[in-house]
């Protein structure tokens, strides 16, 4: 398995408090991403890293912040929680080797965030 | 935008029978096709990655093709196993920034 190691696992939380999520990896891939998967929307981009401070939005970015100061952390932030925002959460790395990488990405085992 | 589309939501099958599942996509300029597994309450395990440029790719007893210029992809099971039971996701990276966009999935059951 990928080195990948999100935290924390679980977590509840009540509506406008702030939330941070943590990805660690051990692989040193360049890049790293955060999906929220839901019923009836599977999987969707909440945001990306191409590399250290280099970061982009994905389909689904309002409300999330991002930050990567190390190769080996991306941590995502919902700066002010709200009920929408009750998903599950997977990080995913890859190393990227071109236009039309042939890498495939790996994922973490998620993140289930309540927000009541 | 892109969208990826997997036909049937839901699957179920008695064991040792070969199976095949669908996927397609609205936009045929892709880089490459990936396919995944996700048991209940756990991540996204890679199985295949095809390159655009690709017909197919092989591992164990999965096949998974892709026509391009269709906009479709299949993956092929043989012999299923009850320990094939999981939701298996095929997602596509179009853009720049190797950005995945999926498919909602197929629930395979594999009966005894």
């Known amino acids: 398995d990928a080195g990948i190691t999100q935290s924390p696992r679980h977590k509840v939380t009540e509506t406008g408090t702030p939330v941070t999520l943590r990805c660690h990896q051990t692989?040193?891939?360049?890049?790293m991403y955060w999906y929220r998967q839901d019923p009836g929307h599977g999987l969707r981009l909440i945001h990306y890293?191409?590399?250290?401070?280099?970061?982009d939005k994905g389909e689904v970015s309002d409300g999330y912040s991002v930050s990567r100061s190390k190769t080996e952390d991306f941590l995502l932030t919902l700066e002010s929680a709200t009920s929408s925002q009750t998903s599950v959460y997977f990080c995913?790395?890859?190393?990227?080797?071109?236009?039309?990488?042939?890498?495939?990405?790996?994922f973490g085992d998620g993140t289930r965030l309540s927000i009541l | 935008k892109q969208e990826v589309t997997q036909i049937p939501a839901a699957l179920s099958v008695p064991e040792g029978e070969n199976l095949v599942l669908n996927c397609s996509f609205t936009?045929?300029?892709?880089?490459?096709l990936q396919w995944f597994r996700q048991d209940p309450g756990k991540g996204l395990t890679s199985l295949l990655l095809i390159q655009s440029s690709q017909r197919e790719q092989t591992s164990g007893r999965l096949n998974a093709s892709l026509d391009k210029s269709s906009g479709r992809s299949t993956l092929y099971i043989a012999a299923s196993q009850p320990g094939d039971s999981a939701t298996y996701l095929c997602a596509v990276i179009t853009g720049g920034g190797n950005k995945l966009t999926f498919g909602t999935g197929t629930q395979l059951k594999v009966e005894l």
């Open positions: 936009d045929s300029a892709i880089y490459n």
């Open positions: 995913a790395i890859s190393e990227h080797t071109g236009t039309g990488s042939n890498q495939p990405q790996h």
């Open positions: 890293s191409y590399g250290v401070k280099d970061t």
């Open positions: 692989e040193n891939h360049r890049y």
